[in-house]
């Protein structure tokens, strides 16, 4: 081994540079650290041949007489420069990546050509001995032509490098510029790339970045607006439009309580009075679903209090119907009935109210009742290892106590009153023979038995700790 550096020196300086580019391929991405090293080291054994051999690459290489050995010490001298460039970009850019991140890409990418434009002066005043002076004029001339030439793209890097440098916004920020919503993907020299909640990706110019009003959504962080409007007849009280509409907010549990969700009176008219449910939410993937359950709970809620969304060709509601027998139509589980089932039905349902914090079934309960609510907002509260969580809310049409009614049992949650809470009580000696005679109205409420049992199930079992990953260091400390 010895004796081929000696006797071919310069063939070896070849093969260095050859399995720094192979080696640089097969380490994979996790071990940059390594390739890094490896880097350097070999770089060094570079230098070290290289003067060994008297080729200093800041002097012409000395067998001007030897024309193929010239060319290849040349070669290798000019190498040695690209080579040390590139080195030195790798250097700083893991530097600059545990400092500032991947948001200092572009001016990594910046300083690595700078590097490398001086590389190559330096290679051509001191390797080819080259009039330096007269190759920057000429250069510098070029430069001006082609400054004109691409004026905009040097207008997308500079505001590429402004942008980097206050940092409006960074990777994985949802941003909004100039009416283009999306998560940053990439913020290269030219442009940002946003992927939009479509799943399509928009390449906005960085010059038209820096100029556009720029809305971040992620800042500060956990907290995502998320608001939703309404409209209602002019003629009903907005004092009960409110309160319903904040029910709908207070059943929304995914929103978050602080800042409080709000609700207002954006405006009114003769043709309609627009309300507004406004809130936040932890993660930019919940607002959509949020929205859609605040659309769902404000239409059930203003529906409890009599009052319907604004529709030019929506029928007003009969009149004569009892508001037990208006749930009954809106209920997902007894609204198969016939009318006269429904009239009969009706007639057997007592209203019963209860206040903000009182217990409407507790947990183990058998209950021989079911509750049908009216108008509120219920808490389902469970137990995991005996400390008490949330679990859910309930709202208008929604059923609580089908565990006694079909089984006789009962469910581990605690059902109390958010809110002040309206609930119709159907007793069940006399709900028994109509689930009894009615198959469908029992499987549905025994599908709603099952998929509670399995919530509950769920949320309370005990949820597996990942072991922590060890190292190999970390291994030798435990053995010793």
């Known amino acids: 081994m010895l ?4 006797d071919h020196p310069l063939f070896c300086a070849l093969i260095l540079i050859l399995l720094d580019l192979g080696l640089w391929r097969l380490i994979s991405s996790h071990g940059s650290a390594w390739k890094l090293l490896v880097r350097v080291l070999i770089f060094s054994l570079f230098s070290v041949l290289l003067f060994n051999e008297g080729l200093n690459p800041m002097e012409p290489a000395p067998w001007a007489d030897n024309v193929p ?7 290798l001298q000019i190498g040695w420069w690209l080579f040390g460039a ?3 970009t790798v250097l700083i850019g893991a530097v600059m990546m545990q400092r500032v991140g991947h948001t200092g890409r572009l001016l990594q990418d910046l300083l690595g050509a700078v590097i490398f434009l001086i590389a190559i002066i330096a290679a051509l005043a001191y390797v080819l001995d080259l009039p330096v002076k007269g190759v920057l004029a000429t250069s510098g001339a070029l430069a001006i032509i082609v400054g004109l030439a691409l004026q905009s793209t040097l207008s997308d890097v500079f505001s590429g490098i402004v942008l980097n440098t206050t940092k409006p916004y960074q990777l994985d920020d949802w941003i909004s510029i100039d009416g283009t919503e999306g998560r940053v993907t990439d913020i290269d020299w030219r442009a940002t790339r946003l992927q939009t909640s479509q799943g399509s990706m928009a390449v906005i110019p960085n010059s038209l970045a820096a100029k556009a009003k720029i809305i ?7 907290m995502f607006g998320v608001a939703v409007s309404v409209q209602v007849s002019p003629h009903a009280r907005p004092n009960s439009v409110i309160d319903a509409l904040e029910r709908a907010m207070q059943g929304c549990r995914p929103l978050l309580d602080n800042p409080a969700p709000s609700v207002a009176l954006k405006s009114s008219s003769s043709a309609g009075a627009e309300y ?3 809130g936040f939410v932890a993660s930019m993937s919940e607002k959509r679903a949020v929205r859609n359950q605040l659309f769902d709970l404000a239409y059930r809620h203003l529906q409890a209090s009599g009052v319907n969304l604004l529709s030019s060709d929506e029928p007003a509601a009969p009149a004569h119907l009892s508001r037990a027998r208006a749930l009954l139509d809106s209920s997902p589980i007894f609204s198969t009935l016939r009318q006269e089932e429904k009239e009969t039905f009706s007639q057997n349902m007592a209203l019963q109210t209860f206040r903000a914090g009182e217990i409407i079934l507790e947990g183990g309960e058998v209950s021989d009742h079911l509750f049908i609510i009216e108008s509120g907002v219920v808490s389902v509260t469970l137990n995991r290892h005996g400390v008490p969580f949330e679990s859910g809310r309930m709202g208008p049409g929604e059923v609580i106590g089908e565990a006694g009614i079909l089984s006789d049992t ?3 949650a605690d059902f109390s009153a958010k809110t002040f809470c309206a609930l119709y009580r159907i007793e069940k000696s006399y709900l028994k023979p109509c689930l009894d005679a009615r198959h469908d109205i029992n499987d549905a409420m025994k599908a709603l038995l099952d998929f509670r049992l399995l919530k509950a199930q769920a949320l309370t079992q005990e949820t597996p700790v990942a072991a922590p990953k060890r190292g190999f260091l970390q291994w030798l400390r435990h053995r010793a």
Do not use: D, K, V, Y
């Open 276 to 278: 507004e449910i406004s």
């Open 3 to 6: 004796s081929l550096l000696t």
């Open 410 to 412: 009962s469910l581990p």
């Open 69 to 75: 050995l010239h060319l290849a010490a040349t070669g």
């Open 216 to 222: 971040n959504f992620s800042r500060p962080s956990n």
């Open 86 to 88: 590139r080195t030195l």
